[in-house]
């Protein structure tokens, strides 16, 4: 009878969970080349939106804008327009973004579905709330509708690129803080440059930022990972993981993920010798 049960090993009981490699998942070059242009593919296509329904009440604007008091304020009916066609264009843009970069990387991708539900649902909020600070500035200049435009593209495309990277892999949402953060400052920073650069009229940016944004954001998710990627390889230790716990902090680990995670970089160190050793006597025999 003892012969027929098999004996338990620490290797055998560890059970086998969907994240029990440790480390970030890899990156090259075509993935930053796919995830760039996902991006600037969603940020086109909701530009395109907003231009398609900006021609389609080109009446209505150009009479409200000819109805510009002498300090510059605008029409109500402008500001309902404007609204309406951010809200959809960004929107878009935010659900086509995601979408195309998850289809270019089903493997890391996995929860699409899940991801463009709860961006939609961040969108709505955001738009909500945002609301009453139109309704505030109404009264106000074009320039001060620009901005809160331009304060609600910035949010909601900051938001759902968050959204999107704390779904696909929770252990790694840091890494997708960082590089959302680096993306959406750069396009800002380049948004304004055009700005100070084109012509004198806010409503240019309109037709600049959805892309430029999304560009950035793609771009930099990928950029990020393959640079975080090396310096894992040449460190062995996964700085960014949510799982390192840093100081005096509990883990929050169980025991057989916290004996996976050190066997996985005591694999990760023997290997990293082994290939130094290979390397060296690869020169002696040279």
């Known amino acids: 009878m003892d012969e027929l049960t098999p004996e338990l090993t620490p290797s055998t009981s560890t059970p086998a969970t ?3 490699t440790f480390g970030p998942p890899p990156v090259n070059g075509l993935n930053i080349l796919l995830r760039a242009l996902s991006g600037l593919g969603g940020g086109i296509i909701g530009t395109g939106l907003i231009l398609i329904i900006s021609l389609l ?6 009479s409200a804008l000819q109805t510009e008091n002498g300090d510059g304020t605008v029409h109500p009916l402008f500001v ?4 309406a066609m951010i ?5 878009t843009t935010n659900l086509l973004g995601p979408l195309f970069m998850g289809l270019s990387d089903r493997e890391k991708y996995k929860r699409l579905s899940t991801s463009l539900t709860q961006i939609f649902i961040a969108n709505i909020v955001i738009f909500i709330l945002v609301v009453p600070i139109y309704v505030i500035v109404a009264g106000m200049n074009i320039k001060m509708i620009a901005s809160v435009a331009a304060l ?3 949010v909601s495309s900051f938001s759902s690129a968050l959204i999107l990277e704390i779904i696909a892999n929770y252990r790694y ?3 997708g803080v960082y590089s959302t953060a680096f993306a959406v400052v750069i396009s800002s920073g380049l948004n304004f440059i055009f700005y100070s650069i084109g012509p004198d009229n806010p409503t240019f940016l309109l037709f600049v930022a959805l892309p430029l944004i999304w560009l950035c954001i793609g771009l930099f998710n990928g950029l990020l990972g393959w640079v975080y990627g090396g310096v894992y390889k040449l460190y062995g230790t996964d ?5 390192i716990k840093y100081g005096a902090d509990q883990s929050w680990l169980s025991e057989a993920e ?10 990760h160190i023997q290997a990293k010798k082994e290939d130094e050793g290979a390397t060296f006597l690869n020169k002696v025999d040279q």
């Open 258 to 267: 916290e004996q996976q995670q050190q066997l996985d970089a005591e694999q």
């Open 152 to 154: 609600q593209v910035i």
């Open 239 to 243: 700085f960014l993981s949510s799982t």
């Open 173 to 175: 949402a840091l890494l």
């Open 80 to 83: 309902f327009v404007f609204l």
């Open 87 to 91: 809200f959809l264009g960004s929107t």
């Open 18 to 20: 969907e994240e029990s």
């Open 57 to 62: 009440a080109s009446g209505i604007l150009q």
